[in-house]
């Protein structure tokens, strides 16, 4: 019998090679998450000569193989679920998740011929690939019974903060083509009239140029009338860059009760993992410490999974990355806070908690051996989602960059405080607000922010892992750092660049 147990001990322990995929698809899969291959070898425990022996053709063997295949697997998860990028070469099928369409049908995003579909809505991959089409001439509105039905709200849906926000559209409001009401992701549905606009920043410009020719090139007057119209100014540039889409914005779909406030001036149930974090004890040798200030934080994190359609209700520890919501939680046990701020921010109330898509994805990324791991994987009790894009707000979010970058270019701080206003206020007011009544999606506020607080976390961690003394996290664009910074980011005013706000003393750090 012994024999046979060892037989079978072999058994057991036998296994396949895995798979890897061919050579420059290897280098490939790394270079588009930006990585190189020093990152890749000192993950892996290898030199960065073996990894290009890799991706050159060579093949890794026993546990080092398996963790390289570990590795490409979930570049090509990555990014597949961010879609960044295409995930299959030209000319070959797509994965079976990619869920690939029998047939075109018309993206939700932009309206154009769409070949993929991610939970029910036919969609582009990738942001390039969206398309702003020519208009149809504009036909009669058609309202048929079921039309009205699928336009209605809910029941249950509770009523917006203004009367206006669950009014049905009118004839005058439809879009210039009816689409039709089965291929609408959300059960609410409101339209404002578009006017024909590319990606280009024009709107922009011709706003400040109105605004300087009515104050007589006062510039203090004409920042003051930018700033009152950055919210309907936003809102306008929002509907030109998504010409042609078929899902619209400004429906407002039914909210759980976690995302109303409890009164006027008080706060819903979700918690945005805001940072507040000191360091208490510097390392002697830290020299200066330079605050820094993280560009255009809001703006990046217009690119983040948010859900299309009404969110819907689920139990149970189980998460697709296909979508994206609300969570209940509860956290894990954080035991690094004497070098790095706990990524659920300073939350002392002890127990489960609601948490936003981008804060459950970080724990869930810490939790994974690349990061150590940092802490164990968060648990999951209740969520509220929808199928989930990174794309929805991707042109808008590239018209007001490009905006920016040109005005930084051309020193033109005028344009330059129009758009911060635009896209700082668009975030803030899309919530319950009186100053924005078109758009009503109270959870994308919460993501978006909470996107720009994990944003920063982990540049606070970057910084971390390059050696440097992280001295202070603050809300979503401070990082206050001892040690040469400049090894870890590049300074200058661009949405991937920092600024230096400060350099001070180690003594001076309860100043800041």
Known sequence: MSDFHAIDALLADARTPADLPPADRRRALREALHLTRAQVAQALGVSPSTVGGWEAGRDPSGELREKYAYFLNGAQEKLRTQHDTPTHPAGEPAAADEN???????????????????????Q??????????????????????????????????????????????????????????????????????????????DLITQAVQN????????????????????????????DTTRIGARYDIVGHPPLPDILRKKSAHGADEVWEARPHWTRQDAPPTTGDITALDINGAYLSALKTHLPLGALEYSTGNVHSRRRAGIHLITPPEWDHHPYLPNPLGNREEPGP?????????????????????????????????????????????QALRDAREKAITDEDELTLEYVKSMYSKFVSTMGESNYNRALYRPDWMHIIRSQAFVNLWLKAHKAHTAG??????????????????????????????????????????SHH
């Open 100 to 122: 690939a369409l029998p047939a075109p049908r018309p993206c939700v995003l932009c309206g154009a011929p769409a070949t993929d579909e991610v939970e029910g809505y036919p």
């Open 211 to 238: 605004a300087l020719d009515t104050h007589a090139g006062d510039l203090t007057a004409a920042t003051a009338e930018l700033q009152r119209r950055a919210i309907p100014d936003a809102m306008a540039l929002l």
């Open 124 to 201: 582009h991959l990738h942001p390039d690939d969206c398309t702003h089409p020519t208009p149809a001439a504009p036909q009669p509105a058609v309202h048929t019974t079921a039309q009205r039905e699928a336009a209605a709200p809910r029941p249950e849906a509770a009523p917006a903060p203004q009367p206006a926000a669950t009014t049905p559209p009118q004839p005058e409001a439809a879009p210039a083509c009816t689409p039709d009401p089965s291929q609408q992701p959300s059960p609410a549905r409101g339209h404002r009239t578009p006017h024909p606009h590319p990606r280009t920043p």
């Open 353 to 397: 908690v609601w948490v936003t898509e981008p804060t459950l994805r970080l724990l869930q990324r810490l939790a994974t051996d690349q990061y150590g791991p940092l802490c164990d994987p968060p648990v999951i009790h209740e969520s509220f989602t929808s199928g989930a894009t990174e794309q929805l707000f991707e042109k808008f979010r």
């Open 468 to 509: 440097l003394t992280v001295m202070r996290v603050m809300g979503t664009d401070e990082l206050h750092i001892a040690g040469n910074w400049q090894q870890v980011f590049t300074e200058g005013r661009g949405v991937s660049q920092v600024k230096v706000k400060d350099v001070y003393a180690p003594t001076n750090t």
